[in-house]
């Protein structure tokens, strides 16, 4: 079985700051998928960024990057240049290949961005 | 395009009663997946359907059932509810389930008491 924790409940930032938000992951398997997802309080899932295990290259999307580390099992995902409008709950999502939409959720990293 | 809908918004409903939540995907969307989201335990998968057949399911208690149709719509059903069952009810469609993109409705919110 896979297990995602995030070890920070909460964050905050300051708008236009930088902030990271930590995960790690357990897994025996080589093959799966990384995901962000945010959830703001209209309560509707977003996919933020996406991380195929096999690339060793880092992805990235406008302001949102991860810093993707397979050997120690690693996934933070970076936010530069924060907006008000990234204030959400945030999940860490693992998913094995070819599992369907099975997925391992963590617990969640609330993040506030303050003007 | 309309998005994922989930219906209804909200639910209250009595201890030992029976729920049906319903879900609408993305029109050509085939695969359809629930998620549980409580405060204790947080997102949990429930069970996924691929052209009408279940194809994963998580670790929940037989009362807690799905049916897809031939449009691909879903319902889920939760007889015999307890309290514990109270969660934010959030359904999932992508176009084959096999890593395309997920697109999430904005979950039903199921309350017993």
């Known amino acids: 079985a896979q297990t995602v924790t995030q070890s920070q409940p909460e964050m905050s930032v300051q708008e236009a700051e930088t902030v990271t938000l930590s995960c790690t992951y357990d897994?025996?398997?080589?093959?799966?998928?990384l995901f962000w997802y945010k959830q703001p309080p209209s309560r509707q899932m977003i996919l933020v960024i996406r991380?195929?295990?096999?690339?060793?290259q880092n992805a990235t999307e406008n302001r949102f990057s991860v810093n993707f580390q397979k050997a120690a099992k690693s996934f933070s995902l970076k936010i530069s240049d924060s907006q008000l409008g990234d204030t959400a709950m945030y999940f860490c999502?693992?998913?094995?290949?070819?599992?369907?939409?099975?997925?391992?959720f963590g617990g969640g990293t609330r993040l506030m961005v303050k003007p | 395009k309309a998005g994922v809908t989930q219906t209804p918004r909200y639910l209250i409903k009595t201890r030992g009663q029976q729920v049906t939540l319903s879900c609408s995907p993305i029109?050509?969307?085939?695969?359809v997946s629930w998620y549980q989201q409580t405060p204790g335990q947080g997102l949990q998968f429930l069970f996924e359907?691929?052209?009408?057949?279940?194809?994963n399911k998580g670790n929940f208690p037989g009362r807690f059932s799905g049916r897809q149709f031939s449009n691909s719509r879903s319902e889920m059903n939760v007889s015999t509810l307890e309290l514990g069952d109270s969660a934010l009810y959030l359904c999932?469609?992508?176009?084959?389930?096999?890593?395309?993109?997920?697109?999430f409705g904005n979950g039903t919110r199921l309350t017993v008491t």
């Open positions: 359907y691929f052209s009408e057949t279940q194809r």
């Open positions: 029109s050509g969307h085939r695969s």
């Open positions: 999932a469609s992508s176009l084959d389930g096999w890593n395309s993109p997920l697109h």
């Open positions: 991380q195929e295990a096999y690339k060793q």
């Open positions: 999502v693992f998913i094995l290949n070819n599992a369907g939409n099975m997925l391992t």
């Open positions: 897994t025996s398997e080589s093959n799966y998928y």
